[in-house]
């Protein structure tokens, strides 16, 4: 080949000095070359220069000899140097081949391909923009180069880059972000710090609105913000820290809703700083964003509600994510009850509501994190919007379904579960008829609920029930019956309880429908007491533990006459004698002793009205289950003949070690502040007969035991009547001596109630015992 005459117009001399392997021979080619172009400069040659460069390019360059490719290098930094201010017309070719050589082997080579871009770039300035994608990437894989020179020299010439796009009003933002986008994802620890570092200058510039494209970069940092290198995370802290002081300058052009789903994902980090980060950029978004973000509440719940259980070591998390939580719940209001689910919300991007996405915390943000991107090619959000300018759709299937994961999940902590029973309270409050809507596949779960470790939990979840079992809106056509179809008959609206055999209580017919006399319980009040008391007799424990707690409760978020007459209508029917006997005497220690039930029993004390004389004949019935029970209804009552009737109809029954225990206790109970008006009355022995004789039964039936003392002292107190007849007219009218208030009521019925529950109960205790001895047999034979 006849070199000489292929590249010309460089010399023999110069071809040879370009290739030889000596920096300093090369250097004087490169002056020999600068000299050369000048001179096609000055005569305007373009072909010729055009001609240089491609000889330089193609022969030097991406030559196989690796000191040939020096050559070329130094040749086109040369070219460039002595272009000049129209070295822009060359750019790509000068550009191309240098950038192809930071792809070397050698890692020499590699240095003095920076070097030459440096030149090249630092004579074309403003010019090299429109190649700013090609020199970026380059540059962005020189950041993690192993050699330190290389490494070096790089950022020798990222900082001139950088200078010239901070000085210049002509950069292409729109065609850089999605190279931005995709090198963000890096792993490499140099190559992520360059990235930090560019986005920090950028966001630098005045003329540059990078907020704009936030939302295909803010994944990516949150990624970074994650490095085991601290001074990378503290860049990325920064730069995350100033887009956030952009967001609440200026609100107008965030674009939310495109990021709420990177922080849900981002709010479940493992890392800490992470998960502060994305919880407090939750916040700002909450609060700036308003209702715009109701369409994310779930994911939002879905990350937020577990950080509500984190100790002091998350405190700064906790403290975070319990404002969001706040927040996030006075975004729903009464007007999201009224809204038509069936609209579609006017430009804001829909949550996924699959089964999948809501099944687990961990489906969720798989399942938005997939929409984020998908949503890139559908109509965006812009600014801020308030209720008067868009109408956002609440998502409520998807909320429940996440509270209702929260609230089975055993494993999570005590104050998340009072969150999700404040949460669904909030809901049942501000959205009843929505909310009936999951009565049904809640109303399992707030049951079990009730065995919950702590009171505060127990007590948020007994004002849910409350409030769903007298909302209003149970009456409405989306309140169904009972799903298990027990205890009642088909209906299409209300839960019918089927009339009992004998006769009933003369409770009207509302009463047997939902609740005695009182309209502001609905269907599922009735529900709620058949259920309680079922999970009463299945968990004997909770009973014992929590029964009176949750029954004392109840009566104060609810009417105590209510709870009293329907728990008692419904252990009329029960199969399971034995737990029967046991509630009805839990229920009346409760009656006798409560301080919440002070009403209560003074309505039953003195039996003035149709309505209390209703409560106890549905009372009495029940309260047939427990004997002793029963008489301390009728002393309550000052039915004092009556409790005097049933006493002798004990010597019929089948004395226990129970029994005599429960007699015990009722002695205990009539020297209690509660029965001062009952002792008070033993003074009026004319016009208390029977109290004194159903006293002395008592004392009867009791051992000598320490009871019987207590009782038989009290007794010996009772004043000799003649001694009193001169005094009776004054005690009768200044104790209220009770006439026969209650006259209307048939006692002799309620007695043969009592013989007949008592026969049912004996039956049954000689059926357990017949079972008990054949079982005995089998064991011994």
């Known amino acids: ?86 070295s822009g017309l060359y750019l790509k070719e000068l550009i191309e081949p240098v950038l192809t050589c930071f792809n070397d082997a050698d890692s020499r080579l590699r240095y003095y391909a920076c070097e030459a871009l440096y030149n090249i770039v630092k004579v074309a300035r403003g010019s090299v923009l429109p190649h700013f994608n090609v020199l970026f990437d380059g540059l962005s894989k020189l950041a993690a180069d192993p050699d330190p020179n290389v490494k070096s020299g790089s950022e020798l010439l990222d900082r001139l880059l950088k200078d010239i796009v901070t000085e210049s009003n002509q950069f292409d933002l729109v065609g850089f972000i999605p190279l931005l986008r995709e090198r963000i994802y890096s792993n490499n620890q140099y190559a992520r710090q360059f990235i930090i570092s560019w986005i920090l200058v950028l966001e630098s510039v005045p003329d540059i609105n990078l907020l704009d494209y936030l939302p295909e970069i803010l994944d990516g940092l949150f990624q970074i913000l994650g490095d085991n290198s601290k001074e990378i995370r ?49 916040r700002e978004f909450i609060q700036l964003a308003g209702r715009v973000m109701l369409p994310y509440s779930s994911g939002i719940l879905t990350a937020v509600l577990p950080c509500l259980s984190y100790d002091d070591r998350k405190k700064s998390i906790l403290e975070v994510a319990n404002v969001c939580n706040q927040s996030l719940m006075k975004l729903v209001i009464p007007e999201d009850d009224e809204m038509d689910e069936a609209k ?12 999948e996405s809501i099944s687990k915390p961990e489906a969720v943000t798989t399942g938005e994190c997939q929409l984020v991107w998908a949503s890139r090619g559908v109509r965006k959000v ?28 055993t494993a999570i902590g005590m104050m998340t579960r009072i969150a999700v029973l404040k949460w669904l309270y909030h809901l049942y409050i501000k959205t009843p008829r929505k909310m009936f809507r999951h009565t049904d596949s809640l109303f399992p779960i707030l049951l079990r609920t009730l065995s919950d470790e702590s009171d505060e939990v127990i007590l948020k979840d007994l004002e849910l029930l409350a409030e769903i079992a007298s909302s209003p809106a149970g009456q409405t056509e989306e309140a169904h019956g009972p799903s298990d179809g027990s205890d009642v008959r088909p209906g299409p609206v209300e839960l019918h309880v089927p009339a009992r055999a004998g006769q009933l209580s003369s409770s009207s017919t509302k009463g047997l429908e939902c609740s005695p006399s009182t309209p502001t319980m609905n269907s599922y009040f009735y529900k709620f007491m058949i259920n309680l008391l079922k999970r009463f007799s299945s968990e004997r424990k909770l009973l014992e533990t929590r029964g009176a707690f949750i029954i004392r409760q109840l009566c104060l978020l609810l009417n105590a006459e209510n709870i009293f007459h329907s728990m008692a209508d419904i252990l009329l029917r029960e199969e399971d004698l034995k737990f029967a006997s046991t509630m009805v005497h839990t229920l009346n ?63 019929d029954l089948e004395v226990t070690v129970d029994f005599l225990t429960e007699v015990d206790k009722l002695v205990q ?82 007695l043969q109630h009592f013989e007949k529950v008592q026969n049912k109960h004996l039956e049954a205790r000689h059926q357990r015992a017949g079972r008990a001895e054949q079982l005995d047999r089998r064991v011994v034979l």
């Open 1 to 86: 080949m006849n070199a000489e005459r292929d590249l010309s117009p460089l010399t023999p001399g110069v071809v040879r000095a370009l290739t030889d392997k000596l920096y300093e021979k090369r250097k004087v080619a490169a002056l020999e070359i600068e000299k050369l172009v000048r001179e096609f400069v000055a005569q305007n040659n373009t072909s010729q220069i055009k001609h240089v460069i491609q000889i330089l390019s193609q022969e030097f360059a991406l030559s196989q000899h690796p000191h040939s490719r020096k050559g070329g290098l130094i040749g086109l930094a040369a070219c460039s140097i002595a272009l000049g201010k129209d």
């Open 234 to 282: 503290k860049m990325c802290e920064v730069a995350l820290g100033e887009f956030l002081k952009e967001i609440k300058k200026n609100p107008s052009s965030v674009k939310f809703a495109e990021m709420a789903n990177i922080l849900v994902i981002h709010c479940q980090a493992a890392d800490d700083l992470i998960q502060l980060t994305a919880m407090c950029w939750m």
């Open 344 to 355: 579609p919300s006017v430009t804001i991007p829909a949550e996924p509501t699959s089964e």
């Open 382 to 409: 812009r600014g801020i919007f308030s209720r008067d300018r868009i109408q956002v759709t609440l998502n409520l299937d998807g909320i429940v379904q996440v509270l209702d994961y929260h609230l089975s999940d």
């Open 589 to 651: 220690t409760i009656l006798l002793t409560s301080s919440e039930l002070f009403q209560l029993r003074n309505q039953l004390k003195d039996l003035k009205t149709p309505e209390s004389r209703n409560l106890f004949c549905c009372l009495y019935r029940s309260w047939c289950h427990n004997p002793v029970t029963t008489v301390s209804l009728c002393f309550l009552t000052q039915n004092y003949k009556h409790a005097y009737d049933l006493i002798q109809k004990f010597g």
């Open 669 to 750: 109970l009539i020297e209690c502040p509660i029965f001062t008006y009952l002792r008070l009355q033993l003074l009026d022995v004319k016009n208390n007969p029977y109290l004194i004789k159903a006293l002395y039964g008592l004392l009867m039936l009791l051992p000598q035991s320490s009871a019987f003392q207590l009782l038989s002292h009290r007794l010996q107190c009772v004043p000799n009547p003649e001694l009193m007849q001169t005094t009776w007219l004054c005690l009768g009218a200044a104790l209220g001596t009770k006439k026969t208030a209650a006259s209307n009521i048939d006692y002799t019925e309620l």
